[in-house]
């Protein structure tokens, strides 16, 4: 099966198939992407007390060195996610000016989404979808921890997501596929290559477009990518894809200060690991309006808000005993949802319990009416899930450090209750 890879590889290089065998012993590139939706680039940069390099082709976009990144306070506090640069480039491409509804259709584990998110208006909502439920999962603590609150995420089938059927103003597909850009971190995609898979691939994805193709409304952005080389997933995928429809062509971009007619393949010469992208468009135009998801009322969760959050308008929504809350209303997506907006918590036994996303939205923070920064000891006592002393009046308090926000406890008796995640929690 190596074989068959470096023959393949040697028929998509030609003439610098050596250098890219030279690329290929070299040690993966490791990178992360920052979160200026949380804080400015400016203020984002005191926290990266490790070695890091700018990439030059994504401003959002750093080479580290660094084992422990998980264990920084630029990773706890949401100002960090790690991901290879190759895969931060088609959230570059589309015209996100006017673009209310995207939707992320492979969402998984939320590299892409993070990435559009930084890049959207205040108005715009994300709906990150994934088919994957434990995947899912993690795409939700992914999008909490980086404090998105203008999402909807989900875990349909694509077919499921035909009810938003000529809506979606722009969709970006990075579609699951055969990762032969990723061979340097994952050496065993060479040993078990075999192009059944490919085609299997490929067959997945045809299926795939033609969702987003259904979804897309006219006018609507499509951003297919892939992490191959393999043309079958990539750009004969494409040319069939767009062949097919009439009323669908390929779009040039820009990006490392070249046009490119549509589509565009970076990889290991660039020091990076593979990624296909193309841009196409549905021609014509039209509006989207969708049907609007019923709203919620809760005397408890509404005197909660009024306590903690000076928050005139809100859209606030159900899911059993589970509550969520929006800046703008959001659409009904029928079954299948995780989260709508910020989850802001549940009642339990006839008391309402705060959620840790509330606390961590970026879009809320100003809202809050009890806030408290913590100094250093406090912040790792905090992080630990340690009991602080407080002098503090009683309720519950947004924690942050630095004025980013962190977390929430509760104060009783000048005790803080830690309300940090069991999970996130860690020995410094
Ligand atoms: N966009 C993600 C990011 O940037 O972090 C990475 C997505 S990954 C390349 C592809 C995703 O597609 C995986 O999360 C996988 O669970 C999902 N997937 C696999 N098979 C699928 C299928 N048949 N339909 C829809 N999604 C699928």
Redesign the pocket.
Known sequence: METLFYERLKTYFGNDYEKVLAKLKEEAKTSIFLNIAKAPKGEIAKFLLFEHWPSKINPLSYYYRYAGIGKTKAYDLGLIYPQELS?SLPSLIPDTKDVKIVL?????????SINILNRLNDDAILIAN???YI?AQVLTSNLERLGFGNVIITNK??EELLILRGKIDLLIL????SGEGMVKKYPEIIEDYNINHILNCAR?QKE?LKVAYELLKPGGQLIYST?TYAPEEDEQQIKTFINDHEDLYLKPFKLDFKTYEGMAKMGFLDDMEGQFMAYMQKSGSSSSILPMAKTAKEPLVEAFIKDNLSLDNYYLYRQKDRFFLSLVPLPDLGSKIMRMGVYLGEIVAKRFEPAHHLYRANNLRKYFIKTYDLNDRQYDDFIKGAELGVDLSDGYYLLSYQKLALGFGKVANKRLKNKYPKGLRRMI
């Open positions: 895969a992320d259709m492979c969402a998984a584990p939320g590299g892409k994934e088919i994957d995947r089938r694509p990075d579609a699951p596929c997945t795939l992490c």
